[in-house]
C-alpha cells in the first residue's frame, strides 16, 4: 500500500524531528526497499509484487519501481476501503491469494513474507496476519475476499490487529498469526531502524533476518553525515525520556 513522496504530505508523522522533504525520502526509500524484498522474496516463493497507490493522478511517480512490481490505483475515501479494494484487484486478476503489506517496514525479513505465501498456499480458507508493534498489522492475507474483516476498524490505532481477529472469529475465518515486527512512522521508530540497520540491535526475536534496506541505510548514512540524523534522533530520545 504505496502512497506517492510528497513533502508535508508524506510520514507526517516523523516532522519533527525531521524536515518535510527528509521523511519524503524516507518514504521514497522505503518504498524501493519494499520492492527489492518482494522480488527477493519472489525468487524463493511463489510472490508477485505490487503497488496499489495513491493520491489518483501520481502513477507516473512510480516510475522508479523495477520492471517486476506492477502498480495500480487505489485509493478510497476509509483506509479499510483501500484495503478491501485492493484484495479484490489482485484476486480479480488471478492469483490464488492477495496480501496487503504496509509501506513502514523496510527491514521486513523475508521468511515472513514466505511463511504467508505457504501458508496462503494450502487448501482450506484462511487468513493470515502479521502484527505491528503498535497494535496495527504489516500484512494481512486472505485467499477469498472477507469484506467483515475491514468493517467497524479503528483505523490508525493500536486497536486494529485485535479488532481484525474479532472480525474473523465473527465470521469463523481461521488465522494463522505471523512474528511480530514493527512500524517506521514515528521518530522511535525510525531510531529503532537506525539501531537495526547499524548497531546490531536486532527486532525481532528467532532467526528470521532482516532485509537489507539498502536505500534506506543509504539515505541514513546521508543524513547522519550531512544533516546531524543521529543527533536529531537523540534528541527526541531523550525528550521522551525525561517527559
Same mark, same amino acid.
Given at each position: 500500500?504505496?502512497? %506517492?513522496?510528497?513533502? &508535508?504530505?508524506?510520514?507526517?508523522?516523523?516532522?519533527?524531528?525531521? #524536515?518535510? $522533504?527528509?521523511?519524503? /525520502?524516507? @518514504?521514497? %526509500?522505503?518504498?524501493?526497499? *519494499?520492492?527489492?524484498? +518482494?522480488?527477493?522474496?519472489?525468487?524463493?516463493?511463489? !510472490?508477485?509484487?505490487?503497488? %496499489?497507490?495513491?493520491?489518483?493522478?501520481?502513477?507516473?511517480?512510480?516510475?522508479?519501481?523495477?520492471?517486476?512490481?506492477?502498480?495500480?490505483?487505489?485509493?478510497?475515501? @476509509?483506509?479499510?476501503?483501500? +484495503?478491501?479494494?485492493? *484484495?479484490?484487484?489482485?484476486?480479480?486478476?488471478?492469483? &490464488?491469494?492477495?496480501? =496487503? /503489506?504496509?509501506? $513502514?517496514?523496510?527491514?521486513?525479513?523475508?521468511?515472513?513474507?514466505?511463511?504467508?505465501?505457504?501458508?496462503?498456499?494450502?487448501?482450506?480458507?484462511?487468513?493470515?496476519?502479521?502484527?505491528?508493534?503498535?497494535?496495527?498489522?504489516?500484512? +494481512? &492475507?486472505?485467499?477469498?475476499?472477507? %469484506?467483515?474483516?475491514?468493517?467497524?476498524?479503528?483505523?490508525?490505532?493500536?486497536?486494529?490487529?485485535?479488532?481484525? +481477529?474479532?472480525?474473523? #472469529?465473527? !465470521?469463523?475465518?481461521?488465522?494463522? =498469526?505471523?512474528?511480530?515486527?514493527?512500524? =517506521? $512512522?514515528?521518530?522511535?521508530?525510525?531510531? *529503532?531502524?537506525?539501531?537495526?540497520?547499524?548497531?546490531?540491535?536486532?527486532?525481532?526475536?528467532?532467526?528470521?533476518?532482516?532485509?537489507?534496506?539498502?536505500?534506506?541505510?543509504?539515505? *541514513?548514512?546521508?543524513?547522519?553525515?550531512?544533516?546531524? /540524523?543521529?543527533?536529531?534522533?537523540? $534528541? =527526541?530520545?531523550?525528550?521522551?525520556?525525561?517527559?
Amino acid at each position: 500500500m504505496a502512497k %506517492a513522496s510528497k513533502p &508535508g504530505r508524506t510520514k507526517t508523522r516523523l516532522s519533527p524531528p525531521l #524536515t518535510g $522533504d527528509e521523511a519524503a /525520502l524516507f @518514504n521514497t %526509500a522505503f518504498l524501493r526497499d *519494499i520492492a527489492a524484498n +518482494l522480488l527477493n522474496a519472489g525468487r524463493g516463493g511463489s !510472490i508477485a509484487g505490487y503497488m %496499489a497507490y495513491g493520491p489518483p493522478g501520481e502513477h507516473a511517480f512510480f516510475d522508479f519501481l523495477p520492471a517486476g512490481i506492477k502498480i495500480f490505483e487505489a485509493w478510497h475515501p @476509509n483506509f479499510g476501503e483501500c +484495503l478491501s479494494a485492493t *484484495i479484490v484487484e489482485l484476486l480479480g486478476r488471478g492469483h &490464488g491469494a492477495a496480501c =496487503v /503489506l504496509n509501506a $513502514d517496514s523496510p527491514t521486513l525479513p523475508q521468511a515472513f513474507l514466505l511463511e504467508a505465501a505457504r501458508v496462503l498456499a494450502a487448501p482450506g480458507d484462511r487468513a493470515v496476519l502479521g502484527p505491528s508493534n503498535d497494535g496495527g498489522y504489516y500484512l +494481512l &492475507g486472505l485467499k477469498r475476499h472477507h %469484506a467483515r474483516l475491514f468493517e467497524d476498524i479503528a483505523w490508525s490505532t493500536e486497536r486494529v490487529a485485535a479488532q481484525t +481477529l474479532e472480525r474473523a #472469529t465473527e !465470521i469463523g475465518l481461521a488465522v494463522h =498469526v505471523l512474528p511480530t515486527w514493527y512500524d =517506521v $512512522d514515528d521518530a522511535e521508530a525510525l531510531a *529503532i531502524l537506525r539501531g537495526e540497520l547499524f548497531d546490531g540491535h536486532a527486532f525481532g526475536i528467532g532467526d528470521a533476518r532482516p532485509a537489507e534496506a539498502r536505500h534506506t541505510r543509504s539515505l *541514513i548514512e546521508r543524513l547522519d553525515r550531512d544533516a546531524r /540524523l543521529a543527533f536529531r534522533l537523540g $534528541d =527526541v530520545s531523550l525528550e521522551r525520556s525525561s517527559g
